[in-house]
């Protein structure tokens, strides 16, 4: 590809991979866009956080398995919302920043857990003196709010003329997927969508290769799934070089840089417990039914069967022979594939209508396959709604589809999402299990 004239500014690209798409605003419209982001960013983690802590209140009142009232243990309620934003995987980052890294091959081993949020969380525990618990909320949240506000600013750049209509139904369909309580929570998810939208906003933005690279890198040392950033690395490298010779060449370098963190993990891992791949080892005791050889497991994952073996009662997936809500309605494990299947659909849609461009697709199919083909069939699709609200380039696509829906159906739509924020929020407190 040659390079651009030097006259050709911003303003005048059209984004790869988008068809029409509307064209970049200028650096003066961004600038002006920056205090309705914060305005909207602000909104709409308080908006989540109401619902969030609504739906936590009546777990803990109603919900306790054996019908415990709330305050049994005569905790305060500030201290019965700390315990439960430490629930589950909460815990494990929990006794990471107290205890640090542990790993013994015949049980579960905190190695499965990557390393840059509980980082963040201890030198935030270090500087201000907070407890662990709380620090790490604070963190969680604090990514939340950045968040919201990167989304917005990108969404405005993405949608072009169209932001104004756009870009707040985006942000409220991202401020009530249902299982965006786990932002709120003890959990490594808001940490690693504000360095997704960071990386997609630095190809947006056209910064150099290697500060996006390093982006990269930090959220590989969030979640291992942080590779499915690479292949959107790649293919802008690839779209700047002037020939293929540069590209690879740039490629061979900057593919290393992008797994800076997952690479640095290995390399601890190895020194510590003589296993680079600890972390890979450990999975093994995640897992919800016996594993299956690599061919029967293929063939499962083809056929779909850990999303439609949940509905069967002969299945060992089936999703109420596991400790959670006995009504259908409120299991977010029986609503996983459902979470999933919709996202698979709204990336389709996004790739097709040309709403997205070839890195949103590139991301989204990554973070949502890897997790399916790595963990699906062994976890009966467990957390795979929470592995879905981090794919953000599906809020692009719903506010495309909101913006031109009828306002009655889309305010219906947004509606129904929030009371499924509340309600398995309240599952989490509760005591089910709620992943």
């Known amino acids: 590809m040659k390079a651009l004239p030097r006259t050709m500014t911003h303003a005048t690209l059209r984004h790869p991979g988008t068809g029409d798409a509307p064209a970049r605003p200028g650096p003066e419209s961004t600038s002006r866009t920056a205090p309705k982001c914060v305005r909207a960013a602000l909104c709409c983690y308080l908006l989540t956080l109401a619902l969030v802590v609504v739906g936590f209140s009546i777990g803990l009142g109603c919900l306790r398995p054996g019908g415990k009232t709330s305050d049994a243990a005569g905790q305060s309620f500030s201290r019965e919302l700390r315990d439960v934003a430490t629930r589950w995987d909460g815990a494990w980052y929990l006794g990471i920043v107290t205890k640090g890294y542990r790993y013994n091959p015949e049980r579960h081993s905190s190695v499965a857990f990557f390393p840059a949020y509980p980082l963040i969380g201890a030198a935030v525990r270090r500087t201000t003196g907070l407890p662990a618990d709380v620090a790490l909320v604070l963190v969680a949240n604090v990514c939340l709010v950045a968040s919201f506000g990167l989304f917005c600013r990108y969404a405005r750049r993405r949608f072009g003329e169209q932001s104004d209509r756009m870009t707040p139904w985006s942000l409220l369909a991202m401020a009530l997927f249902p299982a965006a309580f786990f932002m709120c929570m003890v959990y490594g998810e808001s940490l690693f ?3 997704c939208l960071l990386a997609m906003y630095g190809i947006e933005c056209k910064w150099r290769p290697l500060l996006i690279a390093v982006v990269v890198g930090f959220a590989t040392a969030v979640r291992p799934v942080g590779v499915a950033l690479i292949v959107p690395l790649i293919l802008d490298a690839w779209a700047r070089a002037e020939s293929r010779r540069g590209a690879i060449a740039t490629c061979v370098w900057l593919v290393p840089v992008g797994c800076w963190g997952l690479l640095g993990y290995m390399a601890f891992q190895q020194v510590a417990f003589d296993d680079p791949l600890a972390f890979v080892q450990t999975q093994g005791w995640w897992s919800l039914r016996p594993a299956v050889d690599g061919i029967e497991k293929a063939l499962c994952l083809a056929s ?20 959670g809500p006995r009504c259908v309605w409120f299991s977010l494990h ?8 919709a996202a698979v659909v709204l990336v389709y849609v996004g790739a097709v209508k040309r709403w997205l461009s070839r890195y949103e697709v590139a991301l989204a199919v990554g ?3 890897i997790p399916y ?3 699906g069939f062994e ?6 709604a929470r592995f879905a609200a981090v794919v953000f380039p599906i809020y692009l696509v719903l506010g495309h589809l909101l913006g031109r829906a009828p306002r009655w159906m889309a305010v219906g739509v947004l ?6 924020l509340v309600v398995y929020s309240a599952g989490m407190a509760g005591g089910y299990r709620t992943f």
């Open 193 to 195: 969508l504000l360095l």
């Open 304 to 323: 779909g069967e850990p999303m439609w073996s949940l509905y069967v009662p002969s299945s060992a997936g089936y999703w109420a022979k596991h400790e």
């Open 334 to 341: 029986a609503a996983n594939p459902v979470y999933f299947l």
């Open 367 to 369: 973070l949502l396959a």
């Open 373 to 375: 083909i790595a963990r």
């Open 379 to 384: 976890m009966c699709m467990a957390s795979h």
């Open 415 to 420: 509606v129904l999402s929030g009371v499924f």
